[in-house]
């Protein structure tokens, strides 16, 4: 078995914590960049749609790169393993800028939505590549300190995002939300570039490219069903229908292939692993959980307070707040102890709380109060989004945190597209039928979609009396779909009491002789079937 070249990972010196430092500054800027990409864009695209005569493809500018940033997750990791990640991490970052550039550019819809997809597939290496750089040079005894920031950086750009994508479209013009990515990437790139060594994995398996076509066939098809579902097609025509049955059997067939190639994009065995188990359901979970109920809160303080796009991203700072403090603070609890099952029981916990008590609001609840409900939210998946991160990575082979942290992000995508679909559809359907109670039926002739697109702006050009009902009727299609949202956090709660703790580890996998101690004795893996055994050189 082969042993990693002299250069190894930086240790818990005076002389690598500067060189650690640069490189989590770079992963973080990378991270942030990805992350907003995928909410600076909606404040800013009536305008692009306007500008560039799109409207009928407004949806596939946030559909592109969606569908190509989770396609792209599973590869980035698993290749990751198998050759090294430095420089998948560097061609990412180009991808990255690349995308942003012709973005800006763009003089059609079709250039703009090609664009975007170049975009989700560098995007998809900084989210992959961040996450597990990260475990390569920090061992997972300090990792939960170095991991809850960059996990926090989510809660930021959720809000941080539309607003800074309204102020450059306002202040300067959309074209900015794309060019903004540049500067800030082209750092991220040097600094990337001059401060990560790792080893650069030679490995002659043969890459699994049956297994990468078709996930991205069952990707696609779960993105699209989720996407149109309910909107642009019935959930019972003959569109939706036949993608979900195209999508079940692509499903199969990958199921079938990665259990016959040696070495697969998304290994079988894993599934074998309690802990990746555990943690790839809270992720499906509390994905569907937690976003499904964010994508509508701006909405909701936009149409029943008559806030204004940017008045609603402020009042989410309470969340973001809450989320950085505990985010930071369990991951100071995790390095300084070691123990990390009991934060995604209490974080559930706490995220069940503020949920529920956001069901109870009124037209009438202050706006402080609500605020301190979206805090008790924010607080509790702080505690936690990380946290189940650092578990599956210390709970795999070394070999394969790229696939398995990879593979955990992927379902999480997976429960944030089915609860968005899942909540979008429900809503619609209620305020659909509140509005034509109350008004004739008029506002939900519209179509597809025609009562939830209603905005702020059409509001106000309603009568007072016929405002007030809309007011109304998205008051109660919406705050009681919180309260759906309390038992998926629960059942969170219930999953992660089968988390087990392990012993978090005080090496890694690139450290002087990690290599034999990594050949199928780490964690819970089991080691038949495990990976070919990589050569590295220094890169």
């Given at each position: 078995m082969s042993t990693p070249a002299p250069l190894s990972a930086p240790r818990d010196t005076a002389e690598a914590k500067p060189r650690i430092g640069w490189i989590f500054t770079s992963l973080m800027l990378v991270?942030?960049?990805?992350?907003?990409?995928?909410?600076?864009?909606?404040?800013?695209?009536?305008?692009?749609?306007?500008?560039?005569?799109g409207l009928e493809h407004m949806s596939w500018t946030i559909t592109a790169y969606t569908l190509a940033l989770t396609i792209a997750m599973p590869v980035y990791g698993k290749l990751g393993d198998l050759v090294g990640r430095k420089n998948l991490f560097l061609v990412a970052i180009a991808l990255f800028?690349?995308?942003?550039?012709?973005?800006?550019?763009?003089?059609?819809m079709?250039?703009?939505?090609?664009?975007?997809?170049?975009?989700?597939?560098?995007?998809?290496?900084?989210?992959?590549?961040?996450?597990?750089i990260i475990a390569d040079v920090v061992p997972a005894k300090d990792r939960a300190k170095y991991m809850a920031p960059i996990g926090a950086v989510f809660g930021v750009s959720s809000v941080a995002g539309p607003l800074l994508g309204g102020w450059l479209t306002d202040s300067a013009h959309w074209r900015w939300v794309f060019?903004?990515?540049?500067?800030?990437?082209?750092?991220?790139?040097?600094?990337a570039a001059v401060t990560i060594r790792l080893p650069q994995r030679r490995?002659?398996?043969?890459?699994?490219?049956?297994?990468?076509?078709?996930?991205?066939?069952?990707?696609?098809?779960?993105?699209?069903?989720?996407?149109?579902?309910?909107?642009?097609?019935?959930?019972?025509s003959a569109t939706i229908l036949g993608l979900a049955a195209a999508t079940l059997v692509a499903a199969v067939a990958f199921v079938l292939v990665e259990r016959a190639v040696p070495e697969p994009i998304l290994p079988m065995r894993l599934f074998r692993n309690r802990t990746f188990v555990v943690t790839t359901l809270l992720g499906l979970v509390v994905g569907a959980g937690m976003m499904g109920a964010l994508a509508y809160l701006p909405t909701y303080l936009q149409m029943s307070y008559g806030v204004d796009a940017t008045g609603s991203g402020l009042l989410?700072?309470?969340?973001?707040?809450?989320?950085?403090?505990?985010?930071?603070?369990?991951?100071?609890?995790?390095?300084?102890?070691?123990?990390?099952?009991?934060?995604?029981?209490?974080?559930?916990?706490?995220a069940a709380g503020g949920m529920y008590a956001m069901s109870t609001m009124t037209?009438?609840?202050?706006?402080?109060?609500?605020?301190?409900?979206?805090?008790?939210?924010?607080?509790?998946?702080?505690?936690?989004?990380?946290?189940?991160?650092?578990?599956?990575?210390?709970?795999?082979?070394?070999?394969?945190?790229?696939?398995?942290?990879?593979?955990?992000?992927?379902?999480?995508?997976?429960?944030?597209?089915?609860?968005?679909?899942?909540?979008?559809?429900?809503?619609?359907?209620?305020?659909?039928?509140?509005?034509?109670?109350?008004?004739?039926?008029?506002v939900a002739a519209g179509g597809h979609g025609g009562a939830s697109s209603l905005t702020p702006a059409a509001l106000e050009?309603?009568?007072?009396?016929?405002?007030?009902?809309?007011?109304?009727a998205y008051a109660t299609a919406l705050v009681p779909m919180f309260a759906w949202m309390v038992p998926m956090f629960l059942l969170g709660t219930v999953i992660a009491f089968f988390l087990p703790e392990i012993p978090l580890s005080s090496t890694t996998a690139l450290n002087e002789g990690e290599a034999e101690a990594a050949g199928g004795q780490h964690g819970e893996v089991p080691a038949q079937g495990s990976p070919a055994t990589p050569t590295t050189v220094a890169e």
């Amino acid at each position: 078995m082969s042993t990693p070249a002299p250069l190894s990972a930086p240790r818990d010196t005076a002389e690598a914590k500067p060189r650690i430092g640069w490189i989590f500054t770079s992963l973080m800027l990378v991270m942030l960049l990805a992350s907003l990409d995928q909410t600076i864009v909606g404040t800013a695209l009536p305008t692009i749609v306007g500008e560039l005569d799109g409207l009928e493809h407004m949806s596939w500018t946030i559909t592109a790169y969606t569908l190509a940033l989770t396609i792209a997750m599973p590869v980035y990791g698993k290749l990751g393993d198998l050759v090294g990640r430095k420089n998948l991490f560097l061609v990412a970052i180009a991808l990255f800028l690349l995308g942003s550039a012709l973005c800006g550019l763009s003089q059609d819809m079709l250039w703009l939505i090609l664009s975007r997809g170049v975009q989700g597939l560098g995007g998809a290496g900084l989210m992959i590549m961040s996450q597990t750089i990260i475990a390569d040079v920090v061992p997972a005894k300090d990792r939960a300190k170095y991991m809850a920031p960059i996990g926090a950086v989510f809660g930021v750009s959720s809000v941080a995002g539309p607003l800074l994508g309204g102020w450059l479209t306002d202040s300067a013009h959309w074209r900015w939300v794309f060019w903004i990515n540049l500067p800030l990437g082209i750092v991220a790139l040097v600094v990337a570039a001059v401060t990560i060594r790792l080893p650069q994995r030679r490995n002659t398996a043969k890459i699994d490219y049956a297994g990468m076509v078709l996930l991205a066939l069952a990707i696609t098809g779960l993105v699209l069903v989720t996407s149109w579902g309910g909107s642009q097609y019935d959930w019972t025509s003959a569109t939706i229908l036949g993608l979900a049955a195209a999508t079940l059997v692509a499903a199969v067939a990958f199921v079938l292939v990665e259990r016959a190639v040696p070495e697969p994009i998304l290994p079988m065995r894993l599934f074998r692993n309690r802990t990746f188990v555990v943690t790839t359901l809270l992720g499906l979970v509390v994905g569907a959980g937690m976003m499904g109920a964010l994508a509508y809160l701006p909405t909701y303080l936009q149409m029943s307070y008559g806030v204004d796009a940017t008045g609603s991203g402020l009042l989410l700072i309470p969340m973001v707040v809450a989320l950085l403090v505990t985010s930071i603070g369990s991951g100071a609890v995790v390095t300084r102890t070691g123990r990390y099952k009991f934060l995604p029981v209490v974080g559930t916990l706490v995220a069940a709380g503020g949920m529920y008590a956001m069901s109870t609001m009124t037209l009438d609840t202050p706006l402080w109060q609500l605020c301190l409900y979206v805090a008790v939210l924010g607080a509790g998946l702080g505690l936690f989004m990380q946290i189940i991160v650092l578990a599956v990575q210390n709970a795999v082979d070394p070999r394969e945190i790229g696939t398995a942290t990879s593979a955990n992000n992927l379902f999480r995508e997976f429960g944030v597209t089915i609860g968005i679909a899942v909540l979008g559809t429900l809503f619609s359907s209620r305020l659909t039928e509140r509005l034509g109670g109350a008004l004739g039926g008029d506002v939900a002739a519209g179509g597809h979609g025609g009562a939830s697109s209603l905005t702020p702006a059409a509001l106000e050009q309603l009568p007072p009396q016929v405002a007030d009902l809309v007011v109304n009727a998205y008051a109660t299609a919406l705050v009681p779909m919180f309260a759906w949202m309390v038992p998926m956090f629960l059942l969170g709660t219930v999953i992660a009491f089968f988390l087990p703790e392990i012993p978090l580890s005080s090496t890694t996998a690139l450290n002087e002789g990690e290599a034999e101690a990594a050949g199928g004795q780490h964690g819970e893996v089991p080691a038949q079937g495990s990976p070919a055994t990589p050569t590295t050189v220094a890169e």
